[in-house]
């Protein structure tokens, strides 16, 4: 089974995505550890890469890749970054967006990055922007239609074990004979 995670920054994503690996005995697989990859292989800092990818599409195009390779290739795993569910399309079995309220967000943001609030609300809020606009422009997606996700869930609401037990939940009733026949969800055609 592929499960996708994804979600807006400080949502979660992490702590949800490895937590229900190491529930269901699966692998874990970051699109933040494939874009660290990426700019290790290119020599770049993550600043630095960062940047770049703003300048670059072939960036995002290329962590686009990888995620799409990794979910047509491999099972039993837990794929998590931003645009997991779109890239991996119909090869996903479950995908599930978290989500928190904005203020909620920054404040987990600016602890785990030791800056201020205002600093991460600055930061945060910028690259949202920058990514809903690339990802429109790249690939006609709307970062805010949440249509493909089987699950959506308020990480401000529940407990991280509590979100892995609701998502733990929808694994062992997901049955894929409930898919047959239905037209897929992920309709885009991706130009890598």
């Given amino acids: ?17 490895e937590a229900l ?3 269901l005995e699966y692998d874990y697989v970051s699109g933040g550890d494939i874009f ?5 292989e290119r020599g770049h800092s993550l600043v630095e890469f960062n940047k770049l990818a703003e300048e670059d599409d072939q960036v995002d195009r290329d ?9 047509s290739e491999r099972d039993d795993i837990v794929l998590e970054s931003r645009l997991a569910g779109w890239m991996a ?18 404040d987990r943001i600016a602890d785990r990055e030791d800056k201020s609030a205002e600093t991460a609300r600055r930061e945060t809020s910028e690259r949202a922007e920058s990514e809903a606009k690339r990802y429109q422009e790249y690939y006609n997606i709307d970062i805010e239609d949440r249509s493909i996700y089987d ?26 004979a409930d898919d047959e026949g239905k037209t ?9």
């Fill in 1 to 17: 089974m592929l499960i996708t995670v994804s979600g807006p920054a400080g949502s979660g994503k992490t702590t949800f995505a």
């Fill in 21 to 23: 690996a190491d529930a």
């Fill in 36 to 40: 660290r990859s990426l700019a290790d």
């Fill in 63 to 71: 962590l686009d890749r990888r995620l799409r390779e990794i979910a």
């Fill in 89 to 106: 399309g119909d090869h996903a079995d479950l995908k599930f967006w978290l989500d928190a309220p904005f203020e909620v967000r920054i």
């Fill in 151 to 176: 699950l959506v869930i308020n990480t401000a609401r529940w407990s991280p074990e509590t979100e892995v037990e609701i998502a733990l939940s929808a694994v062992e009733s997901y049955d894929p």
């Fill in 184 to 192: 897929p969800v992920t309709a885009v055609e991706y130009d890598f």
